[in-house]
Nanobody, 119 residues
């Protein structure tokens, strides 16, 4: 199960950290990432982090957002600074993990957490 938390309503320029936790048995984590979807728009990648710690960011958030994970690789954070009204969206966590032996990594999605940014 993938559960996001930390979404809130903040003013433009503010900061917020959202957290994603993967519960249950995880044999291996391949990658974890954050996506977002604003009303009327397609879901887009915000940031992702590999099992080796390699990070990727959308151009729109580079320099403002930071993704990190804990040592268990079952928890990932997205620190968001300098929030803009364009950052408002539902933020989804996607965990690419292996939960059964020899199954390989499969992607699991959370239900999302709402981030609202007011001007």
């Amino acid at each position: 199960q993938v559960v996001e938390s930390g979404g809130a309503s903040v003013q433009a320029g503010g900061s917020l950290t959202v957290t994603c936790i993967v519960s249950g048995t995880v044999l291996r984590t391949c990658e974890m990432g954050w996506y977002r979807q604003a009303p009327g728009k397609e879901r887009e990648l915000v940031s992702k982090i590999s099992n080796f710690g390699t990070t990727t960011y959308a151009d729109s958030v580079k320099g403002r957002f930071t993704i990190s994970q804990d040592n268990s690789k079952k928890k990932v954070y997205l620190q968001m600074n300098g929030l803009k009204t364009d950052d408002a969206a539902v933020y989804y966590c996607a965990a690419s993990v292996e939960v059964r032996f020899l199954q390989g990594c499969r992607q699991y999605w959370g239900q999302g957490t709402q981030v609202t940014v007011s001007s």
